[in-house]
């Protein structure tokens, strides 16, 4: 091959590579921009379409995945994504998969399950302040949720009116809104005072708001 031709060679070459590159780097900023806007269904097959069309691989890809489909509302294959997270050697990101994971677990009502990733999330990274003050707020209410089921006290009976307000509380503390909830017992008792039924579910929450304020 003469020089010449050898240098057009190399010069056919470059661009090739260069368009790759370019076309990779305009469909990451594309993921990125959907998930931005909460575009959570257009960011899953964005971010899909770098593994499948670019065979781009990496523990961020998988964590974004796993936040776009937990807000896409699929838990299941968030939780997927996350699991593939927790194994990898950038810990920070790891304890986030994992509390992530606690997230969608408390969601669930599997509250020990829940306690047990964000138990690991501190493992990982005990700098991970979401996480410790997801474990301290769990562990604290599954404490006092034991303890109110050992408690023989006397009870008023609660009213219709006070079992409602029960479980309208009890839908708010499902989704961890503990502090709503207190909110609505304590309302709900300067309106009948057989709501009082309930003091020791109201004094855990009162508990837990009171950590948030720390």
């Known amino acids: 091959m003469s020089w010449t031709k050898f240098t057009l060679a190399i010069f056919l070459l470059i661009p090739a590579s260069w368009t790759r590159v370019s076309r990779l780097n305009d469909a990451i900023d594309l993921a990125s921009e959907s998930y931005s806007k909460a575009e959570y269904e257009q960011s899953i097959t964005n971010h899909q379409a770098l ?25 299941d294959e968030a939780s997927a994504y996350y699991d593939q997270v927790t194994t990898s050697p950038d810990k ?4 986030f998969a994992f509390n992530q994971s606690g997230v969608i677990l408390g969601n669930k009502e599997e509250y020990e ?9 501190l493992i990982k990274d005990p700098n991970n302040e979401v996480a410790r003050y997801n474990y301290e707020m769990l562990a604290r209410w599954l ?18 009116f006070a079992k409602r307000k029960k479980a309208e509380a009890d839908r708010m ?20 005072e057989t709501v009082a039924a309930y003091q020791q579910f109201m004094t855990s929450l009162q508990e837990i708001t009171e950590i948030d304020e720390k």
């Open 113 to 121: 399950a829940a306690l047990s990733k964000f138990k690991s999330a």
């Open 173 to 192: 503390v499902e989704q961890f809104r503990f502090r709503d909830a207190f909110n609505l017992m304590n309302e709900a008792l300067q309106q009948d």
């Open 92 to 95: 920070t990101l790891a304890s």
């Open 51 to 75: 593994i499948d069309q670019f065979q781009y691989s990496s523990s961020a890809l998988d964590y974004n995945l796993g936040l776009s489909n937990q807000y896409a509302e699929k838990p």
């Open 143 to 160: 404490q006092r949720d034991e303890e109110r089921k050992n408690q023989d006290e006397d009870k008023p009976e609660p009213s219709d």
